[in-house]
């Protein structure tokens, strides 16, 4: 059974540093893309950018370059979303996605969500 | 704002069929690239409905289809059942972004 398993809630203060993270399962983690989506509360979803763990190809949306890291360890099949400054606005809940065809292709399995609060 | 554009809501009676959606533009929909459909139940994460404009994965009822043409696509739901009162999302890829991008979502009510 495919599985993408997300770590959990996270409280932070602006200024701080965080890495979530997203493990996959039950299938071959480097065959497929993992991307990530933000969703800030009672907002639309916003697509972040993408990773091919086989090799750490990485693509990010204009609006998130810069502002935010992903990365991958294919040896323990787990993908990562980190800030290094957070700030009010990154306060959201934080999806991980799969895809077979990277940015065109469409994602077949989602992670359960991690939520983010930033407050002082 | 998207650049794929979505009704912000769409209502329905039970049985009804009621189609949202997706206009785009000549970077994204219309020069060709597939349009996904996805539906999120409140506090759970998005699923996908329908995949490369108008294919449904195993599991999605056949009350759900998508169509696409020219700079547009829409998701058409006939039967309107109340489990299907969700937020629906398009996503394609846009080239003058270099990346994916969803449409801003529409939430449908079942009346």
């Known amino acids: 059974e495919v599985q993408l398993v997300q770590s959990g809630a996270e409280v932070k203060k602006p200024g701080e540093s965080l890495k979530i993270s997203c493990k996959g399962s039950?299938?071959?983690?480097?065959?497929?893309?993992i991307g990530w989506v933000r969703q800030m509360p009672g907002k639309g979803l916003e697509w972040m950018g993408i990773?091919?763990?086989?090799?750490?190809?990485?693509r990010y949306s204009p609006s998130f370059q810069g502002q935010v890291t992903i990365s991958a360890d294919k040896s323990i099949s787990t993908a990562y979303l980190q800030w290094s400054t957070l700030k009010a606005s990154d306060t959201a809940m934080y999806y991980c996605?799969?895809?077979?065809?990277?940015?065109?292709?469409?994602?077949?399995?989602w992670g359960q969500g991690t939520l983010v609060t930033v407050s002082s | 704002q998207s650049v794929l554009t979505q009704p912000p809501s769409v209502s329905g009676a039970p049985g009804q069929r009621v189609t949202i959606s997706c206009t785009g533009s000549?970077?994204?929909?219309?020069?060709?690239?597939?349009v996904h459909w996805y539906q999120q139940l409140p506090g759970t994460a998005p699923k996908v409905l329908i995949y490369e404009n108008n294919n449904r994965p195993s599991g999605v009822p056949d009350r759900f289809s998508g169509s696409e043409s020219g700079t547009s696509a829409s998701l058409a739901i006939t039967g309107l059942q109340a489990e299907d009162e969700a937020d629906y999302y398009c996503?394609?890829?846009?080239?003058?972004?270099?990346?994916?991008?969803f449409g801003g979502g529409t939430k449908l009510t079942v009346l």
């Open positions: 990773i091919y763990p086989g090799d750490s190809d990485s």
């Open positions: 000549s970077s994204n929909i219309g020069a060709g690239y597939d």
């Open positions: 996503q394609s890829y846009d080239t003058s972004l270099s990346g994916s991008v």
């Open positions: 996605a799969r895809s077979l065809g990277g940015v065109v292709a469409r994602f077949d399995y």
């Open positions: 039950g299938y071959s983690f480097t065959n497929y893309w």
